[in-house]
């Protein structure tokens, strides 16, 4: 009898899928990436896995080129910063190539900053305020933060208070409070809270870069006749 290799008829390319544990691909994170590909293939079997990793600025060839490049045999570690590109596919024992997939990862330890911090008001006078008038913080970061938390003359500032430039400048903010009777007179304190897009988190930002303050003045001035 004509014994037959089944696997000469193999056509289909294999497929190699991705994983990080907890990490979601394309996302920020501060921490190091840890990768598994794993290659199936039910009909002649994986023979490699083939992978490397760049910036986008010049495209690796898996097994060939790039910043890191050859045959798959042990999960890959990211650690460095950047904005990464993984490209990788497997061949089987036919000789089939699969096309070549990528996963992006992101990788930011550094915390932001913010570049400009200005506090006015808007008062004819703008480093004056009385009550009724609004108190206004403008600051930029140094790279995209989420929401921060503002806090003005003592008073938490609600979301809708707190806006970015979107969508001429994302890293641009400002916050707004209208002064009332009840705060104290005096320079209006201020604070802002925050964490960038990875989650690493800044330190509380209490002044200005500009020396900038506004000052409140609620006391009604007496006339004294003579």
């Known amino acids: 009898d004509m014994n037959i290799d089944e696997d000469c008829g193999d056509t289909t390319p294999p497929i190699t899928t991705s994983s990080a544990g907890p990490y979601v691909f394309g996302t920020w994170t501060n921490t190091n990436v840890n990768v598994s590909l794993t290659c199936l293939d039910d009909n002649s079997g994986c023979n490699n896995v083939y992978w490397c990793y760049d910036d986008n600025s010049t495209t690796c060839v898996p097994g060939i080129s790039g910043n890191g490049f050859g045959e798959y045999t042990v999960p890959l570690t990211f650690d460095a910063e950047g ?12 000789g089939n190539d699969e096309e070549v997939s990528f996963q992006e990862i992101k990788i930011d330890k550094t915390v932001a900053n913010f570049s400009s911090v200005h506090i006015s008001s808007n008062n004819g006078n703008t480093s004056w305020a009385i ?3 609004i108190v206004t913080l403008h600051f930029f970061s140094n790279e995209p933060v989420k929401p921060p938390s503002v806090h003005i003359a003592g008073h938490h500032i609600s979301e809708s208070d707190v806006a970015n430039n979107l969508p001429t400048n994302g890293n641009e903010w400002f916050a707004h409070y209208h002064m009332n009777s009840g705060d104290s007179e005096g320079q209006v304190s201020f604070s802002i809270d925050y964490v960038d897009a ?29």
């Open 83 to 94: 904005y990464w590109f993984l490209r990788y596919y497997s061949d089987d024992n036919n």
């Open 131 to 133: 009550v009724g008038d």
């Open 198 to 226: 990875a989650d690493n988190s800044g330190s509380t930002v209490t002044g200005t870069t500009d020396g900038s303050s506004v000052i409140f003045d609620k006391t009604v001035p007496v006339l004294n006749f003579v």
